[in-house]
């Protein structure tokens, strides 16, 4: 973010003035090439589940902004036909 001009961005307001409880971090990730998501119309489907990532981190109390998240935990999801 800071390497953006915050004033060209369609909401300028910079993480400093938008963040009220730095307590908490929402990201979503999505994947760029597809082959986790079934697609209608798509042909045979090779695979039979899907691995669905489900990242629940949390920070220590007293951690500072830029230490890394203490546990990560991902949730294997069987493909419903």
Same mark, same amino acid.
């Given at each position: 973010e800071k390497a953006v001009a915050v004033d060209t961005l369609r909401d300028p307001q910079h993480d400093d003035q938008r963040v009220q409880d730095p307590k908490? #971090? =929402?990201v979503i990730g999505v994947c760029t090439h597809l082959g986790c998501v079934p697609v209608a119309n798509a042909g045979d489907l090779v695979?039979?589940? =899907? #691995?669905? /990532? =489900?990242h629940? /981190?949390?920070l +220590? !109390? !007293?951690s500072a902004e830029d230490q890394l +998240?203490?546990?990560?935990?991902?949730?294997?999801? +069987?493909?419903?036909?």
């Amino acid at each position: 973010e800071k390497a953006v001009a915050v004033d060209t961005l369609r909401d300028p307001q910079h993480d400093d003035q938008r963040v009220q409880d730095p307590k908490w #971090l =929402v990201v979503i990730g999505v994947c760029t090439h597809l082959g986790c998501v079934p697609v209608a119309n798509a042909g045979d489907l090779v695979a039979t589940t =899907v #691995l669905a /990532t =489900v990242h629940t /981190t949390t920070l +220590p !109390e !007293e951690s500072a902004e830029d230490q890394l +998240p203490s546990t990560s935990k991902y949730q294997h999801t +069987p493909l419903q036909m």
